[in-house]
């Protein structure tokens, strides 16, 4: 009786993992849930890609409802996405801030020179702590971050005509 037992222990365990991989296909793939939605953006102290003696800190961040973008130059996709936070940057009014992400100073410099800079700032994260505390995953990824400086959305990929129009413009209108 126990070996007949013992013979359906596979057929349990496959069925319950089948039950798993079910699930998981109901799942949006792009959806990376964020710890941070709801709360305070991350304290630091950091220089800026063009000033290396600036201290800039969170409180920067306050006072308007803003972007803060996730970029480095490494990051194929972030050149994508770079015309369309420019237009944003001239056509919105909208603060943009930059998250320079595990990069060289001088390669972030030349290339907000060669495409322009839509950023109010970027900030300089050498070795990805803020990164980290933000939850990056990779870049690009953009937030959006209330006037009291508590983060209230974030978008991971990249920011196309489309998306800004019809996921992050509404998102960031509900916070103006």
């Known amino acids: ?3 007949r037992l013992m013979l359906f222990i596979p057929l349990v365990i496959f ?3 089948g039950l798993f991989l079910w699930q998981g296909l109901k799942l949006d ?4 849930p964020s710890a941070l939605v709801g709360k305070p953006f991350p304290t630091f102290t950091l220089s800026t890609v063009k000033d290396e003696s600036a201290a800039i800190t969170e409180n920067a961040l306050k006072g308007q409802v ?3 973008n996730v970029w480095a130059t490494w990051c194929v996709a972030c050149r994508q996405e770079h015309p369309e936070l420019v237009r944003i940057a001239q056509e919105s ?3 943009i801030f930059g998250l320079n992400y595990k990069d060289t100073r001088p390669e ?3 290339w907000l020179d060669e ?3 839509p950023y109010q700032f970027s900030l300089f994260d050498e070795d990805g702590r803020v990164g980290l505390d933000l939850g990056v995953y990779g870049a690009p990824e953009t937030y959006i971050v209330d006037k009291d400086g508590i ?4 978008f991971v990929g990249v920011i196309d005509r489309q998306v800004w129009l019809n996921e992050l413009l509404p998102e960031v209108n509900k916070w103006r």
């Not at 793939?29 to 990376?32: D, S, T």
């Not at 983060?151 to 974030?154: H, K, L, M, S």
């Open 29 to 32: 793939p792009r959806e990376l």
């Open 1 to 3: 009786m126990k070996r």
């Open 93 to 95: 009014g909208l603060k």
């Open 66 to 68: 803003s972007l803060v």
């Open 15 to 17: 069925f319950v993992m």
């Open 108 to 110: 972030a410099i030349r």
């Open 115 to 117: 495409y322009m800079d």
């Open 151 to 154: 983060v209230r959305y974030r």
